[in-house]
Each structure stands twice: as C-alpha cells, then as structure tokens.
C-alpha cells in the first residue's frame, strides 16, 4: 500500500531551527510537496522536489533523498507565524497525490 | 503563482437540503481538477478527481449520487452536496492542476466550511 509518515506534533522556541521528517512508500515517484497549512484555511504550497538534494528558499529549505524515501522540511529563524500544520504529499505515477496525516508546529515565545 | 477561486466560503444549511460549491481557476486552464474532505485536525482526504468534459472518478467509500461533481469547463468545477446530513459539515477544498502549469503543482481553493444543521 501507499504511506506517507510524518511526525503528529512538534515544539519550537521562536528564532529556532526546526526540521520536519517525512518518509514515503508509494507506487511509484513524481515529485514531493510540502504545503503549509493555517487552521481553518487551505494548504499553501511551499516547496516541490523530484530530484535528491536540497532545494533552498528564504528561510524555508525542502530535501529529498529517493533512495531512502525521505525528505525533510526545514524551517530557520522561527516566527510565530510559521505555527501551522506542515503537510508533506507524495505525487505517484498516476500524477495522483498522496498526503501524510500533518505535521502541527506550535511556536513558543 | 495561478489563482483558484472556490465559492462560498462558508455555508450553513439545513438537513436534507443540497448546498452546491463553485471551484473556478482564474486565470488557467484546468484540466484536471481534485475536490478534499477534511476533518478537524485531520490530513486531506481525496474524494474524487474530475477531468473537463468527462465523469469525475470518485475514490473508493465516497458515493457519487451524494457528492455530485461537474467539471464542464476548463475553468469551472462544482461539486453539490445532496441530501445534506450533519455527518456531512466538513471544510471541502478545491484544487485545479493544468494549462501552463502542466501537471505537477495544483492549486488550491479557499476551501468551503460546510455545516449542516
């Protein structure tokens, strides 16, 4: 079967790091997403990769390794703000996107 | 990046009536669109997939005479939810994928919080 694990909930201090894991078994591979998501609203995109490395933007970075079917988010110099639900999707070969459970960040001062 | 209008973005009806939400992309071709379920504190959870012109393909436990979608243009999909029940409130949410955008990234909607009473 298809499974994207991440972890439920995660604890950062503002002006931190903080990586969020996710790993995948899926049938077949087509890229990985990360989206950011607010209480009450919808998923914003925040990154995509399809090959492994890392993909930097602003203070947000995204890795992939397909070997190993893992990939992280990475958030630097944590804002209040940033306490949101992460959601990590893998895109299969059918194009069809498959999302783990999220990821709820909560900042603390 | 592209623009997804879904509409409204709330509504409250009463049980056993029908309450119908609008998926517009704005300024793209959408040729494939996804209507989402989700719960409260609970990950996405794909209903069906609909493609301009032709029946939308509906995951497997949702039922296509409660949940109709129609996705007759490129730029506009609806999907109306019949016989409303309380077990129905949900927040539903859009996306659309296409046009110069190919078929990786989709775009979401605002989402629509349904609540039934």
């Known amino acids: 079967g298809q499974n994207i694990d991440q972890p439920t909930e995660m604890t950062a201090t503002e002006g931190a790091i903080v990586q969020i894991n996710c790993t995948y078994q899926?049938?077949?591979?087509?890229?990985l997403f990360w989206y950011q998501q607010h209480a009450g609203e919808a998923p914003t995109f925040l990154s995509y990769?399809?090959l492994d490395g890392l993909e930097e933007k602003g203070r947000f970075s995204s890795f992939l390794s397909r070997s190993k079917g893992y990939s992280y988010l990475l958030l630097k110099e944590l804002q209040m703000k940033d306490s949101a639900s992460y959601l990590c999707?893998?895109?299969?070969?059918?194009?069809?996107?498959?999302w783990g459970a999220g990821t709820k960040l909560i900042i603390k001062p | 990046g592209a623009v997804v209008s879904q509409h409204p973005s709330w509504v409250i009806c009463k049980s056993g009536t029908s309450v119908k939400i609008e998926c517009r992309s704005l300024?793209?071709?959408?040729?494939?669109m996804f209507w989402y379920r989700q719960f409260p504190k609970q990950s996405l959870m794909l209903m069906a997939t609909?493609?301009?012109?032709?029946?939308?393909?509906?995951e497997q436990g949702v039922e296509k005479d409660k949940f109709l979608i129609n996705h007759a243009s490129l730029t506009l999909s609806t999907l109306t939810v019949t016989s409303a029940h309380p077990e129905d409130s949900s927040f539903y949410i859009c996306?659309?994928?296409?046009?110069?955008?190919?078929?990786?990234?989709?775009?979401f909607g605002q989402g629509t919080r349904l609540t039934v009473v």
């Open positions: 609909s493609n301009e012109g032709s029946k939308a393909t509906y």
């Open positions: 990769n399809v």
């Open positions: 999707a893998v895109m299969d070969s059918n194009y069809q996107l498959i």
């Open positions: 899926t049938s077949g591979f087509n890229g």
């Open positions: 996306s659309a994928r296409g046009g110069s955008y190919g078929d990786t990234e989709a775009f």
């Open positions: 300024d793209f071709q959408a040729t494939t």
